[in-house]
């Protein structure tokens, strides 16, 4: 059985910081592609972050890009979100998400999904 579990969400002012984590369990974030996305209130879920395993490349959102770092440590089988500089616009619910099958910016294409946490950014 396959869990993702986040954590890490929480009220911040604009500029600050937060860390993200996704432990998984019943899958090897070493081996499979490993996506972090976020959907707001009255918005469609979109890509923010995600780890191919096919290419060992990340790859980031342009609206995220040089202020979110993502990151593995397979030891402990978690991902991480690091969100720097944040703004009042990363308010949303942030999710992790395993093993996509195609597209990496595509929620469609990702089997497993945690709960979410919800971060808040205020101005």
């Known amino acids: 059985q396959v869990q993702l579990v986040e954590s890490g969400g929480g009220l911040v002012q604009a500029g600050g910081s937060l860390r993200l984590s996704c432990a998984a369990s019943g899958v090897s974030v070493n081996s499979n592609s490993m996506g972090w996305f976020r959907q707001a209130p009255g918005k469609e879920r979109e890509f923010v972050a995600a780890?191919?395993?096919?290419?060992?490349?990340?790859y980031y959102a342009d609206s995220v890009k040089g202020r979110f770092t993502f990151s593995r440590d397979n030891a402990k089988n978690t991902v991480y979100l690091q969100m720097n500089s944040l703004k009042p616009d990363d308010t949303a619910v942030y999710y992790c998400a395993a093993v996509s099958s195609g597209i990496y910016y595509s929620p469609k294409t990702y089997r497993y999904w945690g709960q979410g946490t919800q971060v808040t950014v205020s101005s």
């Open positions: 780890f191919t395993w096919s290419s060992g490349a990340t």
